[in-house]
């Protein structure tokens, strides 16, 4: 494994603590802007629907979720299909749907019905949900297959009982084998069926990952998601009572054994995601980080969208959400305008994740002076290996997956954080001036 990656040392701290300050400074919106306009882009982009309903809530988890109550959802779920009806209204055309939580199954009814809106509004391209092990049951898969729907993602983590007890999920969602028979039923009923696992957990021991990576293996399924443990501010005494501090050091060991178990069934779409190699002409897995989507717009409590070089975000009150919705407005109340060398940043950050960036992007995007701004990025990554210029496009190399598994988990882990401010500030939130809205179909160009 040391031979693909060389050892992780000139990957230690130094780097990271700038990552983390370089990465915190993009996601933190306490230089906000009143939210001004989104102008719907000239091209279709994605569409991200939050459900924040949760049936148990793990003491790892930094999203935006809340405790399932019937009443409450049955109010947010009509709430999201006005604000869904406000895009349509105001020009926005989507083409990739992404259904997450949350548990968005938690009501299929409710769900369902919101997905056959999305599709009466737009011809949707891609439609992709998440689930929890304990809603792969014909009535839930039903739905989702009624609505055409293309990629099922379910939140599996581990297959490992004593992980599953510490993690809270073994209650609600079952142990390691049921989770395994549940998921072996549904496979075929969907385009793609992917299957979330963390892995470096503290308690997590290398056979416990070699078990989970057989079982997965054994599975079949179309696609599977290996992320490292990421925390917040907010998760890291949760996840140090619970499960103990995991080293990050082993993430580098896990990780290798990751990629030479999952290979050649696998084949990796981004430093973390998994496809099974194409066996004929057949299109491939959807991903399961849209990285070749440019924007996106999110609806629902604790969204972020990201349109025309600027940052969106929601409110993390479902009040405020209903209150907003109510007058016809958006959820949105923050937005943070990047500069061009963080735009610049976070497109090579997202689309590298995705394994490549090509130069015809770069040209129709940003012109030559991407290459002088940034220059100090593009040598420091090719310095460590972790880049190569082929004669298309900038792809990484081995070397480089395992250094943007540790990006993007910083990065993730500063979105974390980002809503745990967000959280914060629910209090207040009421007493604020309220932001400017939306305005119709201004064109305009512009990413999570
Ligand atoms: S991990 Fe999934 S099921 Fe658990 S609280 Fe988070 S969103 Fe809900």
Redesign the pocket.
């Known amino acids: 494994m040391t031979q693909w990656c060389g050892g992780a040392p000139w990957f230690k701290a130094p780097f990271m603590r700038i990552l983390r300050r370089e990465f915190a400074i993009v996601t933190r919106f306490d230089d906000s802007v009143p939210a001004a306009p989104i102008a719907a882009p000239s091209a279709p982009c994605q569409l991200y629907v939050h459900v924040p309903f949760?049936e148990?809530?793990?003491p790892?988890?930094s999203?935006q979720?809340v405790r399932y109550r019937e009443d409450k959802a049955r109010v947010y779920f009509e709430m999201l299909r006005r604000e869904i009806r406000l895009y349509r209204d105001r020009g926005f055309i989507f083409a990739d749907v992404y259904v997450g939580?949350?548990?968005p199954t938690v009501s299929p009814r409710e769900l369902g019905e919101t997905l056959r809106l999305i599709r009466a509004c737009w011809p949707i391209r891609t439609l992709s949900v998440e689930t929890?092990p304990n809603h792969l049951r014909p009535d839930v898969l039903d739905v989702l297959q009624s609505a055409g729907l293309d990629r099922l993602s379910v939140?599996v983590q581990s297959f490992d009982d004593a992980l599953l007890r510490a993690m809270k999920?073994y209650e609600p969602y079952g142990c390691g084998t049921q989770i395994a028979a549940r998921l072996a039923a549904a496979r075929g009923r969907f385009p793609t069926l992917n299957v979330d696992m963390i892995f470096n957990f503290a308690q997590q021991s290398r056979e416990s990952l070699e078990r989970d990576l057989a079982i997965v293996r054994d599975l079949d399924v179309d696609q599977v998601s290996f992320y490292p443990l990421m925390t917040s501010a907010s998760t890291a005494r949760p996840i140090e009572k619970n499960l103990g501090i995991a080293d990050p050091g082993r993430a580098f060991e896990y990780y290798g054994r990751i990629l030479e178990r999952l290979r050649p069934a696998y084949e990796p779409s981004s430093a973390w995601c998994f496809s099974r190699a194409a066996s004929g002409p057949g299109p491939r897995s959807i991903d399961e980080y849209v990285t070749q989507q440019d924007e996106y717009v999110g609806v629902g409590s604790g969204a972020f969208s990201y349109v025309g070089g600027r940052m969106y975000s929601t409110t993390f009150s479902l009040n405020r959400y209903r209150e907003r919705i109510a007058a016809g407005e958006s959820g949105i109340t923050d937005c943070k305008v990047l500069t061009l060398k963080q735009r610049m940043r976070y497109d090579f950050l997202v689309r590298m994740f995705g394994l490549s960036l090509p130069y015809a992007f770069i040209a129709a995007k940003y012109g030559r002076s991407f290459w002088w701004r940034m220059a100090p990025e593009l040598a420091a990554m090719r310095l460590i290996g972790a880049i190569r210029f082929d004669p298309d496009a900038i792809r990484l190399t081995e070397r480089g997956m395992y250094c943007w598994m540790v990006m993007m988990s910083e990065f993730f882990t500063a979105v974390n954080t980002f809503r745990d401010e967000l959280r914060l500030r629910i209090r207040t939130e009421g007493r604020r001036p309220a932001a400017a809205d939306l305005v119709p179909a201004v064109r305009g160009a512009g990413a999570t």
């Open positions: 949760c148990s809530l793990c790892f988890c999203f979720r939580g949350g548990t929890n939140g999920r």
